[in-house]
């Protein structure tokens, strides 16, 4: 999934020992854009954690993956970023789908109701 948004804090590095070594994860608040903003929490792991992108009012492209997981009877959702890049900077975004909360489809091409034919020319 990729979401663009306004980077509005940064969390402090964690690092710790794992059966593969050290392991390093940081997370970072985002927030959308729209007439209701959402924040949302990424979590960046290893070399994925890139300071000089990661600065506070960037606008920033975030891939992530979404995973969810069950502990004692409690599900626990990450999102897990694979790729951040300053916005505008990666493959051209797709506009999103017609009927999404903060868009509108075009408006439609006026029909002409004025000719007289009285043909019985269906149009289908």
Do not use: H
Not at 52 to 81: C, K, M, P
């Amino acid at each position: 999934m990729q979401l663009t948004a306004k980077l509005i804090q940064v969390m402090p590095v964690q690092t710790g020992m794992g059966k593969n070594g050290e392991w390093r994860k940081q997370s970072i608040i985002l927030e959308t854009d729209g007439m209701y903003p959402k924040k949302v929490c990424v979590t960046l792991w290893g070399d994925k954690i890139n300071e000089s992108v990661l600065q506070i009012g960037n606008l920033l492209d975030v891939s992530f993956d979404i995973e969810s997981r069950e502990y004692n009877g409690n599900w626990y959702t990450d999102l897990r970023a694979w790729k951040v890049d300053p916005a505008g900077s990666g493959a051209p975004v797709p506009p999103p789908a017609y009927g999404s909360s903060n868009t509108q489809a075009p408006p439609a091409a006026p029909v002409d109701f004025s000719s007289s034919d009285d043909g019985d020319d269906l149009p289908f």
